[in-house]
């Protein structure tokens, strides 16, 4: 092993696997407040990369297109929990996730429809495009990746330990009935984890499309990565979410480098249902699961 | 906003097992209607059914119904695992796919007659569920659908991969049709009796599990794991046993399916197709026995009702599919009900 080789895939894997948490923290904090895997989950990625690409081509901006979409993108997320979740009569885990299904449908074909069938993209955060020292070569916009990713899962976790809404999602999460009682309006909870998936997984879709372009077919494959990430790291875990994204972003980096790249999604789902299988309840989450 | 402080209750419950249970409990109590008469209509429109081939004004409309029915078998099977075993399995496509395989090279690469590819992909599926099966079903909530999704995401890996056994994205080519002594099974009209009769074979046996001891011990374990343990069922064995019977009935599906076009190809059994199993179970009516057949009906006719409307057919679909579900929680098979309820006036809800 190169040492140079090794630390090339490091960041490679980092970088991916930043994205895969920023992903799997969005099914996570809808999976605490619903019970429900959210399909739409991935779709929101592409469409906050795609609504980017054609700001930047009006206003010539990178970060306000990326600034305008994530922000558009939060409010397809609310907009979205209103118009199909807040209707149902009588939700449950299941339903809600079928439904999470039809919304990603709809997604999608509304982005075939408006924002067109091309992959778009648009430049890098830097001017420079890639930074080579120790004989490693690293895309500026990886830097971007790593940076933008702690800044979000440090607000993230000032979010939740010290906001009081943060703190009232948590509470409503652990206990509806309790949280209820003590005042929390529990019926906006749900609108809220839309609203912050939708944002973490915009984030994700704003920051990496200068690297992959953005089309409208790609949200179900960062859709499923997200989860598995979301799975291996432990669900409905804020720190799961992270360390099973780099996890399987380095899984997949060192599998198509050392192992084969054409069996590169292979490789990843074998471990992570091994992992299932030794460790289901994901690497850091609590063994909530009861065996039987 | 009358309906709102329903909500808060059952908006939205933190446990994943709690909602579904609730649910279970409604299609648990529906389906126990007796036995003769469930039969009776099932064997009655498979009867209707076989007029299709001379009623069909061309051959095309044939080749549908054969489409049908092996979609019936995918979703009926599905729903037996879903519907009735509350088990969400997203890698239903990939046992339609392992079952294709195996049994469309053995023909193609081998040259073994389909008779034998057949109950060979049944094996086969069986077995895979069976090794996915054990170390999973041991646990409660999402673990099924996540191991179930990684299996079909590694088996779309190999089918395109795997390119000297599998024909790689290109397809499986050279898979011989059933043929009969020398009468080969090879156009849509010749192929109707064999997808009929296996179809309504998988369909009685799926009636027949449901009514015998082991559909009673999956329900009661739907319904309330610990309750049924209680009872003396063990409850991972019945789960499995469930899975694996679902699964194998999925790779007899793949089996025609790989014979019937003499062609497979990996992006039939992806990912998405499996999601899509799970919504046509939930569209036609979860756990309930007639809804699988409306759900393959709406798989089958929807994509060809939409053709003209083309880039909009998905957006048409996608909508469509969350009106149902937002209005019909049940499916279609519980549209009666749903209007009963309503006109019966809206009282409280079981708890």
């Given at each position: 092993?190169?040492?140079?080789?090794?630390?090339?895939?490091?960041?490679?894997g980092?970088?991916?696997?930043?994205i895969?948490?920023?992903?799997?923290?969005?099914?996570?904090?809808?999976?605490?407040?619903?019970?429900?895997?959210?399909?739409?989950?991935?779709?929101?990625?592409?469409?906050?990369?795609?609504?980017?690409?054609?700001?930047?081509?009006?206003?010539?901006?990178?970060?306000?297109?990326?600034?305008?979409?994530?922000?558009?993108?939060?409010?397809?997320?609310?907009?979205?929990?209103r118009?199909?979740?807040?209707?149902?009569?009588?939700?449950?885990?299941?339903?809600?996730t079928?439904?999470?299904?039809?919304?990603?449908?709809?997604?999608?074909?509304?982005?075939?429809?408006v924002?067109?069938?091309?992959?778009?993209?648009?430049?890098?955060?830097?001017?420079?495009?890639?930074?080579?020292?120790?004989?490693?070569?690293?895309?500026?916009?990886?830097?971007?990746?790593?940076?933008?990713?702690l800044?979000?899962?440090?607000?993230?976790?000032?979010?939740?330990?010290?906001?009081?809404?943060?703190?009232?999602?948590?509470?409503?999460?652990?206990?509806?009935?309790?949280?209820?009682?003590?005042?929390?309006?529990?019926?906006?909870?749900?609108?809220?984890?839309?609203?912050?998936?939708?944002?973490?997984?915009?984030?994700?879709?704003?920051?990496?499309?200068?690297?992959?372009?953005?089309?409208?077919?790609?949200g179900?494959?960062?859709?499923?990565?997200?989860?598995?990430?979301?799975?291996?790291?432990?669900?409905?875990?804020?720190?799961?979410?992270?360390?099973?994204?780099?996890?399987?972003?380095?899984?997949?980096?060192?599998?198509?480098?050392?192992?084969?790249?054409?069996?590169?999604?292979?490789?990843?789902?074998?471990?992570?249902?091994?992992?299932?299988?030794?460790?289901?309840?994901?690497?850091?989450?609590?063994?909530?699961?009861?065996?039987? | 906003?009358?309906c709102?402080?329903?909500?808060?209750g059952?908006?939205?419950?933190?446990?994943?097992?709690?909602?579904?249970?609730?649910?279970?409990?409604?299609?648990?109590?529906?389906?126990?209607?007796?036995?003769?008469?469930d039969?009776?209509?099932?064997?009655?429109?498979?009867?209707?059914?076989?007029?299709?081939?001379?009623?069909?004004p061309?051959?095309?409309?044939?080749?549908?119904?054969?489409?049908?029915?092996?979609?019936?078998?995918?979703i009926?099977?599905?729903?037996?695992?879903?519907?009735?075993?509350?088990?969400?399995?997203?890698?239903?496509?990939?046992?339609?796919?392992l079952?294709?395989?195996?049994?469309?090279?053995?023909?193609?690469?081998v040259?073994?007659?389909?008779?034998?590819?057949?109950?060979?992909?049944?094996?086969?599926?069986?077995?895979?569920a069976?090794?996915?099966?054990?170390?999973?079903?041991?646990l409660?909530?999402?673990?099924?659908?996540?191991?179930?999704l990684?299996?079909?995401?590694?088996?779309?890996?190999?089918?395109?991969?795997?390119?000297?056994?599998?024909?790689?994205?290109?397809?499986?080519?050279?898979?011989?049709?059933?043929?009969?002594g020398g009468?080969?099974?090879?156009?849509?009209?010749?192929?109707?009796?064999l997808?009929?009769?296996?179809?309504?074979?998988?369909?009685?046996?799926?009636?027949?599990?449901?009514?015998?001891?082991?559909?009673?011990?999956?329900?009661?374990?739907?319904t309330?794991?610990?309750?049924?343990?209680?009872?003396?069922?063990?409850?991972?064995?019945?789960?499995?046993?469930?899975?694996?019977?679902?699964?194998?009935?999925a790779?007899?599906?793949?089996?025609?399916?790989?014979?019937?076009?003499?062609?497979?190809?990996?992006?039939?059994?992806?990912?998405?197709?499996?999601?899509?199993?799970?919504?046509?179970?939930?569209?036609?009516?979860?756990?309930?026995?007639?809804?699988?057949?409306?759900?393959?009906?709406?798989?089958?006719?929807?994509?060809?009702?939409?053709?003209?409307?083309e880039?909009?057919?998905?957006?048409?679909?996608?909508?469509?599919?969350?009106?149902?579900?937002?209005?019909?929680p049940?499916?279609?098979?519980?549209?009666?009900?749903?209007?009963?309820?309503?006109?019966?006036?809206?009282?409280?809800?079981?708890?």
């Open positions: 092993m190169h040492a140079a080789t090794v630390v090339q895939l490091l960041v490679i980092v970088g991916t696997g930043s895969y948490a920023l992903i799997a923290l969005g099914f996570n904090v809808v999976f605490k407040s619903t019970g429900a895997m959210n399909f739409a989950q991935g779709e929101w990625v592409v469409m906050a990369g795609m609504i980017a690409a054609v700001s930047f081509a009006t206003i010539n901006s990178v970060a306000l297109a990326c600034l305008a979409a994530v922000l558009l993108m939060t409010i397809v997320g609310i907009i979205s929990e118009l199909v979740i807040w209707p149902l009569r009588h939700p449950n885990p299941l339903l809600i079928l439904i999470s299904i039809g919304l990603a449908i709809c997604t999608r074909s509304l982005m075939m429809l924002l067109g069938k091309r992959p778009v993209g648009y430049p890098g955060f830097s001017k420079t495009e890639s930074l080579g020292f120790w004989g490693i070569n690293v895309q500026t916009q990886t830097l971007w990746i790593f940076g933008i990713t800044v979000f899962l440090f607000g993230m976790h000032l979010f939740f330990e010290r906001s009081m809404l943060g703190k009232a999602l948590r509470a409503a999460a652990a206990d509806r009935e309790a949280a209820a009682i003590v005042g929390v309006k529990v019926e906006t909870t749900v609108m809220l984890s839309f609203a912050i998936a939708a944002f973490a997984g915009a984030l994700a879709g704003a920051i990496i499309t200068p690297l992959t372009l953005a089309s409208y077919d790609q179900a494959a960062f859709g499923f990565k997200g989860f598995s990430a979301a799975m291996l790291g432990g669900v409905g875990s804020l720190p799961g979410a992270v360390v099973g994204g780099l996890a399987l972003g380095l899984l997949e980096a060192f599998g198509s480098f050392y192992i084969s790249s054409d069996f590169k999604d292979a490789i990843a789902f074998a471990v992570l249902l091994l992992v299932l299988f030794v460790r289901p309840s994901g690497l850091l989450g609590r063994a909530e699961i009861t065996k039987v | 906003m009358a709102a402080p329903l909500m808060n059952t908006r939205a419950s933190s446990h994943p097992a709690g909602g579904d249970q609730r649910r279970l409990n409604h299609t648990a109590g529906r389906s126990a209607a007796p036995l003769l008469p039969h009776w209509r099932l064997l009655l429109f498979w009867l209707v059914l076989l007029t299709v081939p001379f009623a069909a061309n051959e095309y409309l044939v080749s549908l119904a054969n489409l049908f029915l092996i979609n019936v078998i995918l009926a099977s599905l729903n037996l695992l879903m519907g009735y075993g509350g088990q969400i399995s997203l890698g239903h496509a990939g046992f339609f796919g079952g294709a395989y195996v049994s469309g090279i053995l023909s193609a690469k040259g073994l007659s389909a008779w034998i590819g057949l109950p060979a992909a049944m094996l086969a599926t069986g077995l895979a069976l090794v996915i099966g054990v170390p999973v079903l041991r409660r909530g999402l673990y099924l659908s996540m191991a179930t990684g299996w079909n995401a590694i088996l779309v890996v190999m089918f395109n991969r795997l390119v000297e056994l599998t024909g790689g994205p290109n397809g499986l080519l050279g898979v011989a049709p059933f043929s009969i009468f080969r099974l090879d156009t849509d009209l010749r192929e109707f009796p997808v009929w009769l296996v179809s309504l074979l998988v369909m009685l046996a799926i009636l027949h599990v449901l009514h015998s001891r082991f559909g009673r011990a999956l329900r009661a374990v739907a309330n794991e610990l309750g049924a343990e209680a009872l003396g069922i063990d409850s991972a064995r019945t789960k499995l046993l469930f899975f694996v019977l679902s699964a194998g009935m790779g007899i599906a793949g089996s025609l399916y790989v014979h019937i076009n003499q062609y497979a190809s990996p992006e039939t059994f992806s990912i998405s197709n499996s999601i899509l199993y799970v919504v046509m179970v939930a569209l036609g009516g979860s756990g309930t026995f007639w809804g699988p057949v409306l759900g393959a009906l709406i798989y089958t006719a929807v994509p060809q009702l939409l053709l003209d409307y880039d909009a057919e998905l957006m048409l679909f996608g909508l469509g599919m969350l009106i149902v579900l937002i209005a019909f049940r499916g279609l098979a519980g549209v009666p009900a749903a209007l009963r309820d309503w006109h019966g006036g809206r009282q409280a809800r079981p708890t």
